[in-house]
């Protein structure tokens, strides 16, 4: 599998601004941010797409969403709330092809999006 730029923020060969770590996922926030709050959570597994995520996978995917509950409230915008989003492929917008959850706070998103 090749290695893209979330793995090497993993393995802490390029540096980024890490909110949450655990064994499994790490957050930290986006280079190019959206929103006030604009934090990625990502596993440490290297699934490219949602388009493979395996039936084994299906844990470590709920751990993505309380791991980004868990930030929403540490940055206070989880009373106001937030949005999360993955994107997946060239339509969706998916420029890192490591799995990641945005989640962006801090404003009013807009609907439907762009
Ligand atoms: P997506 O378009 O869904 O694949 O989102 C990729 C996001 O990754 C994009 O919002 C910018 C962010 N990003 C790309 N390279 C880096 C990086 O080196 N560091 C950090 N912190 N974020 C990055």
């Known amino acids: 599998m090749s290695e893209t730029i979330f793995s090497k923020i993993i393995n802490r060969e390029i540096a980024a601004d890490i909110v949450f770590e655990n064994d499994r996922i790490l957050a930290f926030r986006d280079i190019n941010p959206q929103a006030p709050v604009?934090?990625?959570?990502?596993?440490?597994?290297?699934?490219?797409?949602?388009?493979?995520?395996?039936?084994?996978d299906v844990a470590l995917i709920g751990e993505l969403f309380i791991?980004?509950?868990?930030?929403?409230?540490?940055?206070?915008?989880?009373?106001?709330?937030?949005?999360?989003?993955f994107n997946c492929n060239r339509d969706g917008g998916q420029e890192v092809y490591h799995l990641h959850l945005h989640l962006l706070g801090g404003r009013a998103m807009q609907w439907p999006p762009g």
């Not at 934090?39 to 440490?44: A, E, T």
């Not at 797409?49 to 084994?56: G, K, L, R, S, Y």
């Open 38 to 56: 604009h934090v990625l959570v990502i596993p440490k597994k290297p699934i490219p797409t949602i388009n493979a995520i395996d039936p084994e």
């Open 67 to 85: 791991a980004a509950r868990q930030i929403a409230a540490e940055e206070g915008i989880d009373e106001s709330g937030y949005r999360t989003v």
